[in-house]
């Protein structure tokens, strides 16, 4: 699958990646405190555990995807996708814990840097026709930024509704915001996975 099919592609499944990305940083630290009952400080910490475990995330994906695959980026996205979505579970149903948060957390910052770094732009220079690699990039990034920007009215909305009082004290649910956090994951993966046979252009 080549062209401008396949840039489609990458682009849609960065936006889904972007709106986990996101829903991380805008909302992780409320999530924790109001449904995990962690302090400020304790869920700012996890946050940056993530943002610092991405520093080394992007890394590994381009070593990894380079050395160990031939610069094939479709497995490389498998194996990351995976992990990412298996350490948002143990984020939102682990026990609540702290070694076990900072272990998610980092691999869910590790993961996602290294998915940002392929569907943010990296994959699509990749099958991008020659000449067009700078257009690719452009559409990818647009398509994640929008991406971003729609999460955050969705996740308000779904956070919102959910919101009950009782004796004047709020009391949130993010059973439905979650669905579509780790669902949005699962898409992107699913949208990266159907690349499989995409061939390099260069």
């Known amino acids: 699958m080549f ?10 499944a960065s936006a889904m990646m972007y709106v986990t990305r996101y829903a991380i940083n805008s909302w992780g630290i409320l999530y924790l405190q109001e449904a995990r009952g962690y302090s400020l400080t304790e869920a700012a910490f996890f946050l940056s555990i993530n943002t610092f475990a991405g520093i080394f995330g ?17 497995p490389a996205n498998l194996i990351f996708a995976i992990i990412e979505i298996g350490a948002l579970l143990l984020i939102f149903y682990g026990p609540t814990n702290e070694l076990v948060q900072i272990l998610a957390f980092t691999c869910y910052g590790f993961t996602l840097s290294g998915l940002m770094a392929s569907l943010g732009g990296l994959f699509a220079v990749d099958i991008a026709p020659k000449g067009a690699t700078g257009a690719a990039m452009g559409f990818v990034g647009i398509f994640s930024y929008v991406g971003a920007a729609i999460q955050e009215n969705i996740s308000a909305t779904l956070i919102s509704k959910n919101i009950q009082m009782v004796q004047d004290t ?18 992107s993966l699913l949208l990266a996975v159907s690349l499989w046979n995409t061939k390099v252009t260069k």
């Not at 062209?3 to 849609?12: P, Q, R, S």
């Not at 992007?58 to 479709?74: E, M, Q, V």
């Open 3 to 12: 062209g401008i099919k396949a840039i489609w592609i990458v682009a849609l």
């Open 58 to 74: 992007s890394i590994a994906y381009g070593f990894i995807s380079d050395n160990f695959f031939n610069a094939r980026r479709p």
């Open 170 to 187: 709020r009391i949130y649910s993010f059973d439905d915001v979650i669905l579509f956090w780790v669902g949005s994951s699962v898409i």
